[in-house]
């Protein structure tokens, strides 16, 4: 088993409440568990209420959102996987960068946890990864996060922040090899 905590900067630190992105992932076999928890002052951010019917849904990004990003090592196809704190959700697949983008059928759900109190947020998924994974070959993760703020203003949040601008389907932002 891999295992391993992280913490999300933001693309514009000066501009940012005083939140806080962590978590940590776990990978055992083909399963992956991954825990985001956001902290800070909750009052200013836009959450989503919970969903009656948590569904895949399209333009997640739009609104506060955890992302995770996987590609095979030496491959430029790669997943998108977007996780609504309203328990919505969605998996596309890429052919290369920004290229090819579908909605990933593999997956029909993807149940996940989230726990909302007054300064803290915490997101809690399993995840198979065994239809994306050829066997023997290592996956590449990107781990970030778009949080709405109450004013709507949109903050962008990544392991890292190569470019010019917050892009998430940078292949060098993939910083953690599984």
Known sequence: MSARSFALAPFFPDLQPALQITGHLARQGRAL???????????????????????????????????????????PAYWEFNLSPAGDWNVYRFSGYRQGLIEEPAWTHLPFGVQVR??????????????????????????????QLDDGALTYWALSHPGPRPDFHRRDGFLIEL
């Open 33 to 75: 568990d991954l825990h985001y928890a956001l902290q800070g002052p909750l009052s200013q951010v836009a959450i989503p209420a919970p969903a009656a019917a948590p569904a895949r849904r399209h333009g997640l990004w739009q609104e506060t959102c955890f992302e995770f990003f996987l590609g095979v090592k030496d491959n």
């Open 118 to 147: 007054a300064d803290s947020l915490r997101l809690d998924l399993e995840v198979d990864l065994a239809p994306l994974q050829p066997a023997g070959r290592p996956l590449e993760l990107g781990l970030a996060a778009v949080i």
